[in-house]
Structures are given as C-alpha cells and as structure tokens.
T-cell receptor, first 115, second 115 residues
Framework: AQKVTQAQTEISVVEKEDVTLDCVYE???????LFWYKQPPSGELVFLIR??????QNEISGRYSWNFQKSTSSFNFTITASQVVDSAVYFC????????????FGDGTTLTVKP | EPEVTQTPSHQVTQMGQEVILRCVPI?????FYWYRQILGQKVEFLVS????????KSEIFDDQFSVERPDGSNFTLKIRSTKLEDSAMYFC?????????????FGPGTRLLVL
C-alpha cells in the first residue's frame, strides 16, 4: 500500500524567507510517480510537478525547487524568497501508475507567508 | 488559454437523489480524472478515464459512482444515490497524454452538499 506523509501541518514564514515543505512516501513499487499540487485560498487545485522514480535529478522552476531522494523516500519542495502569493495548502501525492491514476495524497501543508 | 470548466459550481441535493457533475476538459486532452476533497481534508483520487473507459479507480469509486463521456466534449461524474458523506468539492482534471511531460489541468470544482 502506498502512503504519503506531510508531517508539517502548518508553516508560517515572513516574506522573502526560504521555506521547505517535507514529503515522505512509502511504496513497494520500484516504478512510481510523485507530484506536488498547490491549493490557494480560492480553492482551485494547481498542478506543480510530476517526477518519476527513475529520475532523481533535482528540479528547479523559478523560485520553486524539488529535492527527490530515494534513499530517504522523500520529495521535498522548497520555495526560495517566499511571497505572500505563495500562501496556500500544498499537497504531495504518490502514484504507482504513469498517469496519476490511483494517486494517494498527503494531508497537505498549509503555508502562510506574512508580509 | 484553454481551461477545464465544471458545472455547476455549487449543487445542493437531498440524500438519495442522483446528481451529475459535468466537466469539459481541454479539447485535445486524452486523459480525464475526478478527485474529491471533503471540506478541510486532503484530496482523494476517484477515477481516471482514457480511451472511453475507466483506467483506474479508487476504493471510494464504488457502484454508486459512474463516469461517462457522452459526447466529444463533456466528461461526467454521476452519483446514483447520494449520501451525506458525498458532500465535498469535486475536481475534474485532464491531461494531454500519459507521457512523461504530462501536466494535469484542473477545473475550478463543483461543491456538492447533500442534505
């Protein structure tokens, strides 16, 4: 069975601080996919990234970066120089299938960025 | 920019009634998904759909649920006999393909309230 743990329920930072959101996963499969989604206060869901288990290269996209470490079963998400607009709930998810089917989500981390 | 649309935005129904939630995925997309989010809780995968059939489904997606692509544009989720615990936000998503560069695009959601 697959499981995703986001141990940080809530994080509060001041604008321009860097912040890392942790995600630890469990799976028995050797092939799996990891995702991060953002849910701002307005409620919509926004897909951020998809990473497969064979690609351990870290990913950077603007102020966002992701650190995938198979050895610790973690897929952490860092926001550099946080902004108020980054305030949202962030969900990490795991899928043992290519197309995000049967994905399991973590409970989410609520990030508040204060001005 | 193309977007996924969902109707209605809100629906209130009586327990035991049938509801149909509608989604219009992005036109050239081939993969479709339904997720739900009970208020204040994590996102849960319901079903994925490809090539006019269910690709994967979760344990939540029991016989009370069905999905359909009745024409070339709509993708519907039907709940045959709603229960109180079906009250949630339902998100539709689509992706272009099941390939490596897959990005999911989410609709704004339908908030379902079962009384």
């Amino acid at each position: 069975a697959q499981k995703v743990t986001q141990a940080q329920t809530e994080i509060s930072v001041v604008e321009k601080e860097d912040v890392t959101l942790d995600c630890v996963y469990e799976t028995r499969d050797t092939t799996y996919y990891l995702f991060w989604y953002k849910q701002p206060p307005s409620g919509e869901l926004v897909f951020l990234i998809r990473r497969n288990s064979f690609d351990e290269q870290n990913e950077i996209s603007g102020r966002y970066s992701w650190n995938f470490q198979k050895s610790t079963s973690s897929f952490n998400f860092t926001i550099t120089a946080s902004q108020v607009v980054d305030s949202a709930v962030y969900f990490c998810a795991l899928s043992e299938d290519t197309n995000a089917g049967k994905s399991t989500f973590g409970d989410g981390t609520t990030l508040t960025v204060k001005p | 920019e193309p977007e996924v649309t969902q109707t209605p935005s809100h629906q209130v129904t009586q327990m035991g009634q049938e509801v149909i939630l509608r989604c219009v995925p992005i036109s050239n997309h081939l993969y479709f998904y339904w997720y739900r989010q009970i208020l204040g809780q994590k996102v849960e995968f319901l079903v994925s759909f490809y090539n006019n059939e269910i690709s994967e489904k979760s344990e939540i997606f029991d016989d009370q649920f069905s999905v359909e692509r009745p024409d070339g544009s709509n993708f519907t989720l039907k709940i045959r006999s709603t229960k109180l615990e079906d009250s949630a936000m339902y998100f539709c998503a689509s992706s272009e393909d099941r390939g490596v560069a897959e990005t999911q695009y989410f609709g704004p959601g339908t908030r379902l309230l079962v009384l």
